[in-house]
């Protein structure tokens, strides 16, 4: 049974460019959520999706925006990227009825700014 | 609001001797508590969680945790520490009643010499 998967595992971008970071949940999960993890730091809730809609955001600016598709994965796209998103961006899935417990958390994607 | 405090950034002990890592917690009702380890370049892998049932929690790789509600926290111990111990450590709690978004504390490295 697969867990979360995220892609790609890696990437640079230069400021000011756009970039879209993907994840498919585990088997059996409906809600996504994204987290940023800047270095040394713990995660930080970035927002969480549910029927395709938006369901709760954490305190980030509105170039963050995301995006989940009928099959259940979703998408986090950041616009005019800046030096302080350099970060390890993980996603978590869970399942609706779940009132929030049982999250799978992914690997993680790593995203360098320059 | 609901928060968490990792009073350790980083603890070290030998193999084979007693870990305590220390959390407090702030909540203006009854939280819901996990602990979260993270190894290098691995996601998040969820140790335990209490959600109002027994105060002693017991988790996987021999990990517990203690509500104590009287003094706010929720420490994670483990009465022999392994190498395979090594790794970062998040003391989490659920933003709200209905909320389903995780607040991590800023994270406590263990460091497990031979």
């Known amino acids: 049974d697969a867990g979360v998967t995220q892609s790609p595992t890696h990437l640079i971008k230069t400021r000011g460019q756009q970039v879209t970071l993907r994840c498919s949940p585990k088997?059996?999960?409906?809600?996504v959520s994204w987290y940023q993890q800047a270095l040394g730091q713990g995660p930080q809730f970035i927002f969480q999706?549910?029927?395709?809609?938006?369901?709760q955001r954490g305190n980030f600016p509105d170039r963050f925006s995301g995006h989940q598709f009928p099959n259940y994965s979703s998408e986090l796209n950041v616009n005019a990227l800046l030096l302080g998103d350099s970060a390890l961006y993980l996603c978590?899935?869970?399942?609706?009825?779940?009132?929030?417990?049982?999250?799978?958390f992914g690997s993680g994607t790593r995203l360098t700014v320059v | 609001a609901q928060s968490v405090t990792q009073l350790d950034s980083h603890v070290s002990v030998s193999e084979g001797t007693p870990v305590l890592l220390r959390c407090n917690y702030s909540?203006?009702?009854?939280?819901?508590l996990f602990w979260y380890v993270q190894h290098p370049n691995k996601g998040l892998q969820l140790l335990l969680k209490?959600?109002?049932?027994?105060?002693l929690v017991k988790g996987i790789n021999g990990f517990e945790a203690e509500f104590k509600k009287s003094e706010t926290s929720f420490h994670l111990t483990k009465p022999s520490a392994h190498m395979s111990d090594a790794a970062e450590y998040f003391c989490?709690?659920?933003?709200?009643?209905?909320?389903?978004?995780?607040?991590f504390g800023k994270g406590t490295t263990l460091s497990v010499s031979s």
């Open positions: 989490v709690v659920r933003s709200g009643q209905a909320g389903t978004a995780l607040i």
């Open positions: 999706y549910y029927e395709e809609e938006e369901r």
């Open positions: 209490y959600t109002s049932a027994a105060t």
């Open positions: 909540s203006s009702y009854s939280p819901s």
């Open positions: 978590a899935s869970s399942l609706a009825a779940g009132a929030g417990y049982g999250y799978t």
């Open positions: 088997s059996g999960h409906d809600t």
